[in-house]
């Protein structure tokens, strides 16, 4: 029998037990509504964070969080849509390179993407470093940009999944952001809600991400895909290092510019390496052919320029001033240039991406809150990377920023951030684990 009493509900999961899809509907929709009050849902997260919760009542509330709001309609696109979601890491830029190159093969791409919050980056703040580029098009105008280029990136629509952001507003205030079934419920009740026919994850797992070990992210990315499965989707995910920036870029006009060179054929080898293994599996999960055979199709989409091309058309039709991808001298340079040099000399043996993440925002490029303004020139370019060898004195990072002052906090940050050792740390894959089709 489903109580419907929140006290109840409350005691239920307190005690270990697991809780019915109908207990957990009654409380996403009071809650939403107004009838459960905020500390009697702080204390259901709070009983959740510490007890658990198991797939089915993973994927009840993934569920009920998707039907909070409305179900996009995506009988206005034609052809496959395929999504990536990253669940967040410092200098991640591959939405810019995957969404390109996919559409240029033919599949469509309707992605909203968040603001940039904490030490991790939005994919719509680095779009809005390209002159003109507008991410907030209507309903109409973004599903005839998808039509017409193959694909659009948004911002995210408040009318979907309304339950998770009032939800994620409290668990920010209670500490229990980091409950894997909560993480696994917020990412994928909005996924759902935009009707994707195949969804790629790329779950990160170090320093750098939310899941700062492997097994927690095997955890979340195994709940994630169930769910997915669970409601027809075809969905894999990949588990990837986040021990250590991705490419060399942090911050927006810098990690669209970095984006750009990878779509010319050059950039950094781990970026490349990721956005050709994410551009694969979305094509297999559409039913392009094997892995292998996507892998080639992806690396000749970007080597031959179509998806250069298409990422142009795209910027275009969003308003943006496309000369700026053929020419990054466009982009505006940062008024303070300061570089962090090593200590002594030896091998990078590890860096804290998070605290690198940090020092990209004390920089400028990122937010305390939403809402804030950011600098898009401010960031950092590493030029040595864990594993390096660098004598005393070298560069490691260059700071782009609009004041020394910001420019030495944010040197003293990364200078504690990275360890450098006489032993070359053990390579770590930049893959390290999939779940799913």
Do not use: W
Request: aromatic share 4%; charged share 25%; proline share 2%.
């Amino acid at each position: 029998m489903i109580c419907l009493d929140i006290c109840s509900v409350i005691e239920k999961k307190k005690k270990g037990l697991a809780l019915s899809g109908g207990e957990i509907d009654f409380f996403v929709k009071g809650y939403l509504d107004g009838s459960i009050q905020d500390c009697q849902a702080s204390a259901l997260l709070m009983a959740v964070c510490l007890k658990g919760m198991n797939e089915e009542e993973t994927s009840a509330l993934t569920f009920a969080i998707r039907n909070s709001g409305e179900i996009f309609d995506r009988s206005g696109i034609s052809g496959i849509i395929a999504d990536k979601h990253s669940t967040g890491g410092v200098g991640d830029k591959t939405s810019l390179i995957v969404a390109p190159t996919v559409a240029s093969l033919g599949l469509k791409v309707f992605k909203m993407s968040g603001r940039g919050l904490g030490h991790t980056g939005g994919t719509a703040d680095k779009l809005e470093a390209i002159e003109g580029f507008n991410v907030s098009l209507s309903r109409s105008e973004a599903e005839e940009t998808v039509n017409r280029t193959g694909m659009c990136i948004i911002t995210q629509n408040e009318s979907f999944a309304p339950a998770d952001k009032k939800l994620y507003a409290l668990r920010d205030v209670t500490a229990t952001v980091d409950s894997i079934p909560l993480i696994a419920s917020s990412i994928m009740g909005k996924k759902l809600a935009l009707g994707d026919d195949c969804i790629v994850l790329d779950v990160k797992a170090g320093s750098g991400a939310f899941m700062k070990n492997k097994d927690d992210a095997a955890d979340l990315a195994r709940l994630m895909v169930r769910a997915g499965k669970r409601a027809g989707r075809k969905i894999t995910a990949l588990i990837t290092d986040m021990d250590k920036p991705l490419g060399n870029a942090i911050g927006n006009s810098l990690e669209v510019i970095e984006a750009l060179d990878v779509l010319k054929g050059k950039g950094p080898g781990d970026l490349r390496k990721l956005s050709l293994e994410l551009s694969a599996h979305m094509l297999r999960l559409a039913g392009y052919g094997d892995g292998d055979y996507c892998r080639r199709l992806a690396e000749d989409a970007i080597d031959s320029g179509k998806a250069l091309e298409k990422f142009a058309e795209t910027v275009e039709a969003q308003g943006g001033r496309k000369e700026m991808l053929f020419d990054v001298s466009l982009f505006p340079g940062a008024v303070v240039r300061h570089f962090v040099k090593a200590e002594k000399s030896g091998y990078i043996y590890h860096t804290d991406a998070e605290a690198y993440g940090n020092a990209a925002k004390v920089l400028g490029a990122g937010r305390q809150k939403l809402g804030d303004m950011i600098d898009l020139s401010a960031g950092i370019t590493l030029k040595a990377k864990t594993g390096e060898f660098v004598e005393k004195g070298d560069i490691i990072a260059e700071l782009h920023t609009s004041s020394n002052e910001k420019a030495e906090q944010a040197a003293v940050i990364i200078g504690s951030a990275t360890r450098i050792s006489d032993v070359r740390p053990d390579d770590c894959p930049l893959i390290i684990g999939k779940f799913g089709d």
